[in-house]
């Protein structure tokens, strides 16, 4: 009986993931190019190449779930197009090889933008740029004969979240007593999951053969807008709130015309202008979990930049 949990990729949620599972128990073998990862009595760490098939194939021996967690080498659509599909067909046969279902961290891209809170029965079909790869990545998992389960997410917060919006962006900013410049609007609701209520319904939706094959929402708290998320990181770490101003979507349009990271960035600036919403009522039904109270997830995130 496959009894190994594997875990690609070391970033905030594929460390999370494996600190979670290792912390109740199972044995997890996490997979990065460079063997990095948390250091833990049951996290036994490997060097491999996830879009080599011999060394995948090999390090998936005896593995009853794969938690796919590796991200693109830079964030632009080239690089995702000509790094992700490939990986993520890799993984699929390796895993359908040994039985074991695969778990995807998600985005919302899929959904493109979209004038209502965001549910599961939404379509996911945008179509161009890195919007567009999502929901043809989404597409070839429901094909795969092996079983899938994708858990969409906001944009990140937590701990050891640093490259994101509410990541060391703000954090440190905040603590420091810095006027925040924020992309787009500071008074549109917009969605943040705390990654380790990620983490958690990955790994509870792994152990629940009725969830596979199902795009799930995490648990994610309600929305607030970008001066609110401030101000709570501001409470959390008993300091003054400090200023919080937008960065105008149409400035980025324009830096892009000569910054390609910055055209990048553009793409999306949608969610920071217009209302940008995930409810995840559905899926904490499904999953029996709730989100992470603001409260707590931000004090827990002000703590950790605090003991770096």
């Keep these: 009986m496959n009894t190994v949990h594997v875990v690609t990729g070391a970033g905030p949620v594929g460390s999370t993931v494996a600190t979670q599972l290792a912390d109740a128990g199972q044995q997890v073998r996490l997979l990065t190019r460079s063997g990095s990862g948390p250091d833990h009595a049951l996290i036994e760490r490997r060097r491999v190449d996830v879009s080599d098939p011999a060394q995948v194939a090999a390090a998936f021996a005896g593995a009853a779930a ?18 992700l599909p490939e990986a993520e067909q890799v993984v699929l046969r390796a895993a359908g090889e040994v039985g074991a279902v695969v778990v995807f961290p998600e985005s919302l891209y899929s959904y493109g933008p979209v004038d209502r809170p965001m549910t599961e029965d939404l379509p996911r079909d945008a179509t161009g740029g890195k919007l567009g790869i999502r929901a043809a990545l989404l597409r070839a998992r ?8 994708s858990v969409a997410a906001s944009d990140f917060y937590g701990p050891a979240v640093l490259n994101a919006h509410a990541g060391e962006r703000m954090v440190p900013a905040v603590l420091a007593g810095r006027t925040m410049r924020v992309v787009g609007r500071t008074d549109r609701p917009h969605s943040y999951t705390y990654v380790p209520d990620l983490a958690a319904a990955m790994i509870r939706a792994a152990s629940r053969p009725e969830l596979w094959n199902s795009f799930l929402h995490a648990p994610t708290a309600p929305a607030l807008t970008q001066a609110e998320l401030v101000a709570a990181f501001a409470a959390a770490a008993g300091v003054a709130t400090p200023k919080v101003t937008g960065l105008p979507a149409w400035v980025l349009s324009a830096a892009g015309l000569v910054s390609p990271a910055t055209r990048e960035l553009a793409e999306t600036a949608y969610m920071f202008t217009d209302p940008f919403v995930l409810d995840s009522s559905a899926s904490e039904a499904r999953l029996g979990l709730a989100p992470t109270p603001i409260e707590v997830g931000t004090k827990e995130t002000v703590a950790w930049w605090r003991a770096r």
């Design 66 to 83: 794969v938690h796919h967690c590796i991200h693109g080498s830079s964030y632009s659509a080239k690089a995702w197009r000509a790094e």
């Design 142 to 149: 429901e094909a795969s004969a092996t079983p899938t389960i």
